[in-house]
């Protein structure tokens, strides 16, 4: 006589069997988002228009590169290479600032072989300023008065903006653009940061990723810029081949 199972073994092996094939399902699905990721490189911006108002030689194209960064990691949507990865491979390829934000074809091709990316983000930022009282400090004349270091409460406005292009190192072709624009205006911090104010602000550094220049408002206003630029950027994967 055949000898029959008991229910409840039944259940469990079918229960047993449902849980390998989500569990299958899961893992492949997961391969395939991880597979879909485009893998970028983000050059440092160009910034040649912009002053040193502040009266040292930071890097504002730099900074305004690393915080994209971290969006577009936060987001998800790419891989985004190493900062450390990249600049070695700069350098071994001579790559001058002047390039930044119009690699020439040569430069595209040997980076993105030597990176084993196809894509790859240039930009440059049009707008990085404060203003107070109806008084531009901008271009020039923000260091005579105000430092990096400047911690008045008077009521400011703060103006960025980058412009960003996407870019197959294959081929040349510019693939996407995308614009960021930020603006904060309101009684707070103009810049705080590092030391500095007074007469002489060469002491002074903006540390872009700290939270002492994300309370202020050109730290707003760059956060804002930065923020539209990566949602574009994102919207435009779609585009990828």
Same mark, same amino acid.
């Given at each position: 006589?055949?000898?029959?199972?008991?229910?409840?073994?039944?259940?469990?092996?079918?229960?047993?069997?449902?849980?390998?094939?989500?569990?299958? %399902?899961?893992?492949?699905?997961?391969?395939?988002?991880?597979?879909?990721?485009? #893998?970028?490189? *983000?050059?440092? /911006?160009d910034?040649? $228009? *912009?002053?040193?108002?502040?009266?040292?030689?930071?890097? *504002?194209?730099?900074?305004?590169? +690393?915080?994209?960064?971290?969006? !577009?990691?936060?987001?998800?949507?790419?891989?985004v290479?190493?900062?450390?990865?990249?600049?070695?491979?700069?350098?071994?390829?001579?790559?001058?600032? #002047?390039?930044?934000?119009?690699? @020439?074809?040569? #430069?595209?091709?040997? %980076?993105?072989?030597?990176?084993?990316?196809k894509?790859m983000?240039?930009? @440059? %930022?049009t707008? /990085?300023? $404060?203003?107070?009282?109806?008084?531009? /400090?901008?271009?020039?004349?923000?260091?005579?008065?105000y430092?990096? &270091?400047? =911690?008045?409460?008077?009521?400011?406005?703060?103006?960025?903006?980058?412009?960003?292009?996407?870019? +197959?190192? $294959?081929?040349?072709? *510019?693939?996407?653009?995308?614009?960021?624009? &930020?603006?904060s205006?309101?009684?707070?911090l !103009?810049?705080?940061?590092?030391?500095?104010?007074?007469?002489?602000?060469?002491?002074?550094?903006?540390?872009?990723?700290?939270?002492? /220049?994300?309370d202020t408002?050109? &730290?707003?206003?760059?956060? =804002?810029? %930065?923020?539209? #630029?990566?949602?574009?950027?994102?919207?435009?994967?779609?585009?990828?081949?």
């Amino acid at each position: 006589m055949p000898q029959l199972f008991h229910p409840e073994v039944l259940v469990r092996g079918c229960l047993c069997a449902v849980a390998v094939a989500l569990l299958s %399902v899961v893992c492949t699905s997961s391969a395939q988002a991880q597979a879909s990721r485009p #893998t970028v490189a *983000i050059l440092n /911006f160009d910034y040649g $228009t *912009i002053e040193h108002w502040w009266g040292g030689n930071q890097d *504002i194209g730099q900074g305004i590169s +690393d915080l994209l960064v971290d969006e !577009l990691v936060n987001d998800g949507s790419y891989r985004v290479i190493e900062r450390k990865r990249l600049d070695a491979i700069l350098a071994e390829q001579n790559f001058a600032q #002047t390039e930044r934000a119009d690699p @020439s074809a040569k #430069t595209l091709a040997a %980076v993105g072989k030597m990176l084993g990316v196809k894509y790859m983000i240039v930009g @440059s %930022v049009t707008k /990085f300023g $404060t203003e107070k009282s109806n008084k531009s /400090f901008g271009a020039g004349g923000f260091g005579s008065k105000y430092g990096i &270091g400047e =911690m008045g409460t008077s009521k400011g406005k703060a103006n960025v903006a980058i412009s960003a292009r996407m870019i +197959d190192t $294959t081929t040349g072709e *510019i693939l996407a653009v995308a614009k960021g624009d &930020g603006i904060s205006k309101r009684s707070g911090l !103009l810049l705080g940061g590092g030391a500095g104010g007074g007469g002489g602000a060469g002491a002074g550094r903006i540390e872009f990723g700290a939270s002492e /220049f994300r309370d202020t408002i050109l &730290g707003e206003a760059t956060e =804002m810029a %930065v923020k539209a #630029t990566a949602e574009k950027l994102v919207a435009a994967k779609a585009r990828l081949q």
